[in-house]
């Protein structure tokens, strides 16, 4: 009985020792897993933090370069400042040839071709003969005109006559009257058919001395220029209704463009633009706009405008495609601005990198506005004064980036 007694006991005493060793070694509030969450607690805090810094002010992030490293990396920094924006109007259009230097060349009276003086090509001088034409027209009108010599040479033969025979008194005075309207009215008709010739392409001085009995007719191009298109064809009969050939002054040309409806209060007559085809992309050639449409389009809501652009070395030729751009006067006050350079794309907003001190920068969310002249406005998110990343912001955008993923791997061990 006593032996059972002391075994009880013996046991009951161990449990109670058992208790008091395991409550004297685990720490208080709960062990590893208290530690655990402790340390979650940590991190959550901190990262809790950081977010608080980004959200302040609409930062994205920030970075630490030292003087000496921006120098290197070409960072350069400069305080924001408000400054005018022209501002421009992009379009797309088309080259053509200036309709007000164009000439169709095609002869005054019908003929056989005899002979072509110029190809597609050729640069031509006005005055200058292109095609020679034998004309059946032309021989009929300078018979009239050989009848009207004569008849003017008889008709002055007659007329100093009869002032010999009314001097005499062999003759009445009124013979002389008659004979004086005769040879006025010869003359008359002489002029008509000198006219008629010159109408024609025919110099008077081209007739004079012997073999012109039957001239060809030349066609001459009315002013200067290049020869566009070309129909002239040795043998075949050409009429006035024919163009033989198109010449065209390219030393202007018009470029049509299509402009939005919605811009159209921002255009006028006279207005600036800059026009660059895809051939010559470094060529800025200046020109003005010269007509703008009444009508508007209504499948595509846009107005025809006229451009008219210098074209020298004939670089622009017709049917490219251009771009234009209208420039826009200075009419607006002036604004926050900073050069496109400076701007960033960070996760999906657009940045500008602001120093807060020597040597850290913070990537500023911004709101950009309109661009010009390689300027962009800041509509929001900056201030007039703040010191910012003029040069340089892709290589601190750069080291952004590079934090961000060392921070990931740092979280992902």
């Not at 085809?277 to 508007?296: E, H």
């Not at 006229?306 to 070395?313: F, L, Y």
């Amino acid at each position: 009985m006593n032996s059972k007694v002391i075994i009880i006991g013996l046991i009951l005493a161990a449990a109670l020792a058992g208790g008091f060793f395991y409550r004297s070694t685990i720490p208080k509030g709960g062990g590893v897993e208290h530690a655990e969450t402790k340390e979650t607690g940590h991190i959550e805090e901190e990262g809790g933090e950081h977010e608080g810094h980004d959200g302040h002010g609409g930062e994205a992030g920030s970075v630490r370069m030292a003087a000496d490293a921006q120098r290197q990396n070409g960072v350069v920094v400069a305080a924001v400042k408000r400054q005018s924006l022209a501002g421009s109007i992009s379009a797309t259009g088309k080259v053509e040839a200036n309709a007000d230097r164009i000439a169709h060349v095609s002869p005054r009276i019908s003929g056989k071709i005899v002979s072509v003086a110029a190809s597609l090509g050729d640069s031509v001088a006005a005055g200058q003969t292109l095609v020679t034409l034998d004309s059946v027209e032309l021989g009929e009108a300078l018979g009239r005109y050989r009848q009207s010599e004569t008849k003017l040479a008889l008709a002055q033969s007659n007329m100093d006559r009869i002032k010999s025979l009314v001097e005499k008194k062999i003759a009445a005075r009124k013979d002389i009257l008659q004979a004086e309207t005769d040879y006025k009215t010869a003359q008359t008709e002489l002029h008509t058919d000198e006219e008629r010739l010159s109408m024609y392409g025919v110099s008077i001085s081209d007739l004079k001395g012997e073999g012109h009995n039957r001239p060809l007719l030349p066609v001459h191009s009315p002013i200067d220029g290049i020869i566009t298109e070309k129909h002239a064809i040795v043998g075949e009969l050409s009429d006035p209704s024919k163009s033989l050939y198109t010449v065209a002054d390219l030393s202007s040309v018009w470029v049509l463009v299509d402009v939005n409806e919605k811009d159209l209060a921002k255009v006028s007559m006279g207005q600036a633009a800059i026009v660059v085809v895809g051939a010559f992309p470094d060529l800025r050639l200046k020109g003005r706009i010269t007509y703008i449409a009444d009508l508007v389009d209504g499948a595509t809501r846009t107005v025809k405008a006229r451009i008219e652009v210098a074209n020298p070395g004939r670089k622009l030729k017709p049917e490219m495609f251009a771009t234009v751009e209208l420039a826009l006067s200075v009419d607006a006050p002036p604004v926050l601005a900073v050069p496109e350079d400076a701007l960033q794309d960070l996760d999906g907003s657009k940045v500008v990198f602001v120093a807060e001190n020597e040597a850290e920068f913070a990537a500023r969310k911004v709101l950009a506005g309109r661009t010009a002249g390689g300027m962009v406005e800041i509509v929001s998110g900056l201030a007039e004064g703040e010191r910012y990343a003029v040069k340089g912001s892709f290589i601190l955008k750069s080291e952004v980036k590079k934090g961000e993923m060392t921070d990931e791997h740092g979280h992902g061990k």
